[in-house]
Nanobody
Framework: VQLQASGGGLVQAGGSLRLSCTAS????????IGWFRRAPGKERAFVAQ??????????DYADSVKGRFTISRDNAKNTVYLQMNSLKPEDTAVYYC????????????????WGQGTQVTVSS
């Protein structure tokens, strides 16, 4: 599985960006997909995840982004999106998408396949 993250850029505080994560491989459509971010000088941290199930699936968010970020998926396009609204300078980070192959959605160790990351910079 190869993942391609895109959509990052420079935006002013209060602005919006939409990140995309496109994957090759059938595993994508039935897997949990997560977004993580690494801010300068910090560890990679969980942002959001979408879980697949026969009856619809679920989503989860870090407390710091709840109400501002929305994760969604389009399995027909093998793509997961992260809509980011009301961006803050503390959202500045490299954002990564990943495929979860087991374990808690919150931990990086639960994810096996990672994209290369896309930079998001929010100016004050």
């Amino acid at each position: 599985v190869q993942l391609q993250a895109s959509g990052g850029g420079l935006v002013q505080a209060g602005g919006s960006l939409r990140l995309s994560c496109t994957a090759s491989g059938r595993i994508f459509s039935t897997s949990g997909i997560g977004w993580f971010r690494r801010a300068p000088g910090k560890e990679r941290a969980f942002v959001a995840q979408t879980n697949w199930s026969w009856n619809g699936g679920s989503t989860d968010y870090a407390d710091s982004v709840k109400g501002r970020f929305t994760i969604s998926r389009d399995n027909a396009k093998n793509t997961v999106y992260l809509q980011m609204n009301s961006l803050k300078p503390e959202d500045t980070a490299v954002y990564y998408c990943a495929v979860r192959t087991g374990g808690s959605y919150y931990h990086t160790s639960s994810y096996t396949f990672w994209g290369q990351g896309t930079q998001v910079t929010v100016s004050s």
